[in-house]
Each structure stands twice: as C-alpha cells, then as structure tokens.
C-alpha cells in the first residue's frame, strides 16, 4: 500500500518549471505525484491555504562540527536545526576535526545524518590534505563516496600553483571546487574589516583586497581550465564587480552570499561582540548595498546561511580570542525576507530559486523543484507569520546569534523530506 | 581633603573609565579639575587621603608595563586604598583560564577597582559588561590608554593654561598606538588641533575619518606646532617591515636638536616613555629645556588618583 501525502490551496512556488500558482500537490511514497487541481481523496490531507509549498530549501553552506566538535553542533542537533529551518538538504563543510579528507569521513557524515534521520545531508571534502593548502586530498575516493564538491573552506588556498593543479585534477569529477577567497598575506592577523571601526575600536583589521586578491587569481585560473569553481560567501563590493565580469566572460563561476553580509555592517563591531566576529568580516553600507545589486541583477547563485556554531564559553572570549562565526541557520529564511523580500530585491519565486533550484544544481544534484517524479523533499511556509528570534528556543547546540530579539516574517510550517514529514511548527 | 568644589558640579556618573572616545569635553575637564586637587596630596609631608580607605583595587596586568603599574599602585596606596599586584604575561589567545574566570575570581575575593592591561582591544569593555567591580582601562591592544591621554591633556593644559587652538602633532607609529588614539580624543574635545605625523605604512586604515589631519613629513610640521609628542616605536607590536631601516625612520621622523631649532621656542615635547634614545629622539632633545617628559610621569599620578577616586565615587552612589 503505497502512502499518500496532498498538499491542498497552497501557492506552489516551483521556479525550475515556472509555477507560481495556487493549486495542490501529491506526494506519494518519497516521490511528487501530482501538482495541480486535485480533486480526488488522500489519505493524508495537509490543508496549506494562505502558505507557500516550495521545494525543499537547500543550505549548501553549513558546519555541523562533526567529528571533532560535537560540544558545539553534532550532525544530529544541526539537522534538526535544519529542518525546523525548512531545509531538506544541507551541505557540511569539510573543516572538521579531522578535516573531511577521505572516502571514510564521507561516509561518516552520511552515517550520521541517516541516523538523525531529520535532512539529507551531504559533505564536501578538503582540497587538501590536512586542509594545509599543499598536497591534493582523495578527491576521487570522496566524489566517489558522494563529497559534492571539494573547499578548504575557513581557509583559501594560498599557493597558486596548488589552486591550479587542485582545479585541473577536479576537472575528472565534474563537482564543483568551492573557495573561501582570503590571501592570508592582506589578510593577517585581522579580526574584522579594515575600515574606521578597526581602526577605533584598536582590532586589526582585514582588508576587503584579502578576499578580491584571491578570488581574481582563481577567475584566471578558472579562465586556463574552464573548471567550475563556485565562490564562497562574497562579502565587498569588489568581489561582485569581479563576478560580474567572470560572468559576462562566461566562466563556469557561481558564487553565494550570506544574511549577515546583506544584513550588518562593521558597525555592529563597536561594543566587542564576538557574536558579530565572521569571516569573511562584516562590511561596510556600500558593500551592502553592493550585495543586493548583485542579487537583484542575478549574480548571486545561492543564498546560504553559513551557520557557524560555537560555544558560549569560546564567544565570551576577548574580540581577538574569540573564534570567527556566526550560527543562523533556525531564523535564516527570515532573514532573508527582511534584506530581500522587504525591500522588493527579490519576490518569493525568485528567493526560492536562489534557495533551492540553483543550489540544487551547484552541488549537481537533482533536487530543487516540484517536477513530477522528483523526490518528495518539500517546504510549507507561512509567509506573513511574525515573531521574534529567540537562541533560546534553537535546536541548534549553540546560540552564538545577533538577530536574537529581531522581529521578523516568514515561518517555516512544514518540511517534508522524501515524502516524509520530518518537521511541524 | 585637598579638592576644590566648582559651584557648578557635573555629577560624575561612569564607575568605569574605559576609553576618552565615550567622555565628552566637559567630563574630560571634570578629571582635570579632579585631578588638580589630588596634585597637592604629593607635595605633602603625609602623602595620604582617606578616600578608598578599605577598598581593594587589582593591577591586572597582561602585558609589561612599569610606569603605568606603578603608578596606578602608587596612586591606589595614597588613597588608602589596599592593592593587589596580578601580573599574568600571556597572550589573549593562549589556552588556560579566560579574562572573565580570571576577573570573577577576583572579584570572588571582593575587589573593588580592576585596573586592566591587556594586549586585546576591548577587553576592558568585557570585563566592564560582565562583572560589578569598577574598571579602569591602563591600556588595551591598540585601542585606547585613557590615563595616558588625560595625563597628556592635563599636562598642556597646566603649562598652556588650555588646548583650546594649539596645534598638536602626534609622531610614529600611530597605527598601532593606543596613546595616540587616547590624545587625539581628548585633544581634539578641549579644542586643540591634532596632527598625525608619520609614515604611510604606520597609518591605520581609513585615517582621514579620524578628527585629525595627516602629514608624512615632521620637517613641515615642526614650525607650526605648540606641542609634539613623540610615539615610542613599539617593535613588538610592527608586523612585517613598516620603515625599510631604523635610520631612514630617525632620518625623516626623529625629533632631533637640528629640527628642534626651527620648531617654537616654546614648544612642549612630549614622550608617553619609555624612550628609545636616539630613535624618537636625540637624547638632548629628551632632557632639553623644552621636554616635559618627566613632569607627565608625576601629572599621571594625580590624574590616575582622580580616576581610582570618581569611579569608585561612582560606583559608591550607584549602591
């Protein structure tokens, strides 16, 4: 007996096949049955008047610490995490201890996340050993093993000639190399952006040319080879201009953004609080702005949250001390409402694609719609629901937050991952 | 006691004195005033008031320092105040205990005054955000020396009479200083001109925000100036290599007797030590007529008895 799940009176949102309608969806089994006016009965009815039924939302950004650092995020509590978030797949970032560097450490994260049983969850491995920016990592055991691509995220890889071989050897594996664009050389020892805040607030600071050095030597490189190369979490005002040009020149280049760099400033700095301690560092205005162009123009490929969960105890360290991240995932689709919706940069189908489709076909997977035989993986949203951020209330281990006490819109009402409804506000 | 009530008060309402970037002129002045008075209490045979008598202050210092340790302990012991010396030589990001166990240890013991050194910006401010004793900045990172900017203002102020239209260059390292960031905020409130004078690898980032302007060469400014002070050249604090020699930087930004000469002959040459001798400053230009070197070192004791004495005022009203 097969199981029967029908979404009724929903706006379905499924930019990948240019629906924007208010109509119903049939999931049966793990699999998208139906989508239009449905008239016969189900033995599961979910009544979505008023909501969005979008596909499942895809975070190709997120540390779940595991293994390593479970005191701050296992895959377990990060996927639950997420799909309260309306995520029905994420993607791991390979800097954990050890780094994601093997076909074994893959399967462990698969491992996990099949246990949690929440969201799918998929990995991408380092690109190098140790992710010291020297020696390749086993890429073809990873890809094999399912690594959807390959980044020394937390670190870019300083040595040119290394970055070069890294994205010809990929070029065997069709998945994508990731890069945390940051010369270390402009970089230094800094803490938040260079600017006038560094400067009185006495941190040293890193360099919008830190990020823009990088990413234009790997467009260079990405021009030699013609491999896929995505950008991770742009953050100035130069590096979009940068890919602007890639992308009038054609290159295979994707690139994402996150909530906070479209949402905070250096400013947020002044007082010492480390929970505005990231990086990439917190910009300045124009930057913002900047970053929204770029998404209302259609260079940004996907919106990620970057959650970067930490403890309380390594927060309340001294500015210097303290480590760079901040963990967002439980209030990131509302936070994108209010920096892109709000302000009319965006309408819903186009915020869904740059949340799902595009992603989905950044780490080449075949999610991301509601095309008919796809796999069930579905997010209902209310899109006028208020409330007020609380770390308190995260599944999240850590609340390492800024937005706590925001009031926002925009509520995750139900995820469904393969058929399955794993989270219910 | 030995201080002199204005008819008009400003209530002093900060039990923490955390940087001179958040005072405003005339709070700046009120501890000038402050301080005035507590400048007679070291003239006396007796060299004591009673006014933190049964007080606990803590140095906490993380990084060296002698001047402004002693000092802060010297003004703490003539308040009446008991002292304790906490002297931890660790960077902030080494393992261990962290500054808030450390401070909430102390503050476990019943301390007072945390008078706090430390070679992170902000720190103080932590500290001030997490614990109810009264702290006091003796310098963090690069970010401020509050004590140092106001011994430095009440300085000018005592030979000058005021700052109001003097022209003051600041010279060296301003990147990294703390002094010159405490001077510019302090000058700059009481009215005074500030320059800052150096190379352009040892300016911070976006300088021209800052309520100064900017000079690359000493020759231009030293004619114009009422007061210079000169920056010590922190070697452990330059990354990589800002100035190509030690003799090019004493070429083009030394206060040598040579530039000394075309200089006011009344000008103030400051220095917030320890000196470098014949880097900063040839010696004779250091123990000249013109330096008020050592006159800074016993202005800071008043100034820093007058912070010890309004926080704790503060602090005592708050109860």
């Not at chain 2, 004791?301 to 503060?314: C, E, G, K, T």
């Amino acid at each position: 007996m097969n199981s029967e799940l029908l979404i009724k009176n929903g706006r379905v949102i499924d930019p990948a096949n240019g629906v924007d309608t208010e109509c119903d969806v049939l999931i049966i089994d793990d699999k998208i049955a139906d989508v239009g006016k449905i008239e016969k009965p189900a033995q599961k009815v979910i009544d979505a008047t008023g909501k969005l039924v979008t596909p499942g939302l895809i975070d190709i950004h997120v540390h779940f610490r595991e293994p390593g650092d479970e005191e701050e995020e296992t895959i377990a509590s990060g996927s639950s995490a997420a799909v309260a978030a309306g995520f029905t797949s994420v993607v791991c970032m390979p800097n954990t201890k050890p780094p994601i560097e093997n076909e074994t450490d893959v399967e462990y994260i698969h491992r996990k996340a099949r246990q949690a049983r929440k969201t799918h969850v998929y990995t991408m491995g380092a690109i190098t050993k140790k992710r010291e920016g020297v020696e390749l990592a086993e890429m073809g055991f990873m890809a094999e093993a399912g690594a959807v691509g390959f980044t020394d995220d937390g670190r870019g890889v300083q040595d040119q000639s290394v970055m070069l071989r890294a994205l010809k050897y990929a070029d065997m594996f069709d998945v994508i190399v990731a890069q945390h664009c940051q010369d270390n050389g402009f970089a230094g020892n800094g803490v938040m952006n260079a600017g006038y805040y560094s400067t009185i607030l006495g941190l040293p600071g890193i360099d919008p040319l830190a990020e823009e050095a990088m990413l234009w030597r790997d467009i260079q490189l990405v021009k030699k080879t013609n491999v896929r190369y995505h950008a991770l979490h742009i953050s100035t005002s130069g590096s979009v201009e940068l890919i602007r040009a890639a992308k009038k020149d054609s290159l295979p280049i994707t690139c994402e953004v996150t909530p906070h760099h479209l949402l905070l400033t250096d400013e947020c700095c002044a007082e010492y609080d480390t929970n505005y301690k990231v990086n990439p560092p917190l910009r300045s205005a124009k930057d913002i702005e900047a970053l929204k162009e770029a998404v209302a123009e259609g260079l940004i490929d996907a919106l990620v949250t970057d959650h970067a969960p930490h403890l309380q105890s390594e927060k309340e360290l001294e500015f210097l001390a303290a480590p760079f991240g901040i963990a967002s995932l439980e209030c990131v689709l509302s936070l994108y409402v209010k920096a892109l919706i709000e302000p009319g940069i965006l309408a819903w189908p186009a915020l869904i694609r740059l949340m799902a489709e595009k992603p989905a076909k950044i780490i080449g997977v075949d999610k991301g719609t509601l095309g008919v035989g796809k796999q069930a993986d579905v997010t209902i949203i209310d899109p006028k629901a208020e409330y007020e951020i609380d770390v308190n209330k995260f599944r999240s281990k850590s609340k390492n937050c800024p937005y706590h006490g925001w009031k926002v819109t925009g509520m995750v009402e139900k995820t469904i991952v393969g058929g399955e409804i794993r989270y219910e506000a | 006691m030995a201080i002199k009530r204005k008819s008009k008060q400003l209530k002093w309402r900060r039990k923490h004195l955390l940087g001179l970037r958040e005072l405003n002129a005339e709070e700046i002045t009120y501890i000038l005033d402050t301080a005035k008075g507590f400048e007679l209490i070291s003239t006396r045979s007796v060299k004591k008031a009673p006014p933190l008598r049964g007080k606990v202050v803590v140095n906490l210092f993380f990084e060296d320092s002698t001047r402004t340790r002693n000092s802060f302990a010297l003004a703490a012991n003539r308040l009446s105040a008991d002292v304790i010396e906490f002297t931890k030589k660790t960077s902030a990001v080494s393992k261990g205990e962290t500054l808030l166990d450390t401070a909430r240890n102390l503050e476990a013991m019943g301390i007072d005054i945390i008078v706090i050194r430390h070679s992170a910006g902000g720190a103080p401010k932590l500290l001030s955000r997490n614990i109810n004793a009264c702290v006091i900045n003796a310098g963090d990172g690069f970010c401020e020396h509050p004590t140092q900017g106001l011994l430095d203002v009440y300085t000018i102020r005592k030979i000058k009479g005021t700052l109001d239209g003097l022209k003051i260059a600041i010279v060296g390292d301003i990147a990294h200083s703390r002094v010159a960031r405490s001077d510019m905020w302090a000058m700059t409130k009481l009215g005074a001109e500030v320059i800052f004078v150096g190379p352009p690898t040892l300016m911070p980032t976006q300088v021209r925000r800052l309520p100064v302007s900017v000079s690359y060469s000493l020759d231009e400014v030293i004619e114009k100036v009422d007061v210079i002070n000169m920056l010590r050249i922190q070697f452990e604090r330059l990354g990589g290599n800002p100035f190509p020699s030690v003799r090019e930087y004493s070429h083009y930004f030394g206060l040598t007797v040579e530039r000394m000469k075309r200089a006011k002959p009344d000008i103030l040459v400051m220095h917030p030590g320890p000196i470098n001798r014949g880097l900063e400053m040839e010696s004779e230009v250091a123990d000249g007529r013109n330096s008020v070197i050592l006159e800074q070192v016993t202005n800071g004791l008043a100034v820093r008895m007058a912070v010890l004495f309004l926080v704790n005022q503060a602090a005592a009203q708050g109860d």
